[in-house]
Nanobody, 121 residues
Framework: QVQLVESGGGLVQPGGSLRLSCAAS????????MAWYRQAPGKQRELVAG???????NYADSVKGRFTISRDNAKNTVYLQMNSLKPEDTAVYYC???????????????WGKGTLVTVSS
């Protein structure tokens, strides 16, 4: 079994910062791409940022210059540093990762359960 657990969400004022973490645990053999998505009330889930095994990143236009994705391969963890937060960043943030688990030989995509980020004064 593989689990992805997000942490770091909360309430922050506009212009503030938060750092999200997502750690993979369980029978993890190898992790390839990792990413953060978000889903605001009444909207579809959207890609926020992604990072490959070697550190190549991509971002949604709406967060470029404000958010930074990074990863620690030794800890099986991906991070999302969010600066200059806006009310429109309010959403549940989910991480996903493509993982080979013990007993398999292929990458499967796993999702965390999400962490709520609320940007409000």
């Amino acid at each position: 079994q593989v689990q992805l657990v997000e942490s770091g969400g909360g309430l922050v004022q506009p212009g503030g910062s938060l750092r999200l973490s997502c750690a993979a645990s369980g029978s993890v053999i190898s992790i390839n791409n990792m990413a953060w998505y978000r889903q605001a009330p009444g909207k579809q889930r959207e890609l926020v940022a992604g990072i490959t095994l070697v550190g190549t990143t991509n971002y949604a236009d709406s967060v470029k210059g404000r958010f930074t994705i990074s990863r620690d391969n030794a800890k099986n963890t991906v991070y999302l540093q969010m600066n200059s937060l806006k009310p429109e960043d309010t959403a549940v943030y989910y991480c996903n990762a493509d993982i080979v688990s013990r007993g398999t030989s292929y990458f499967a995509r796993y999702w965390g359960k999400g962490t709520l980020v609320t940007v409000s004064s």
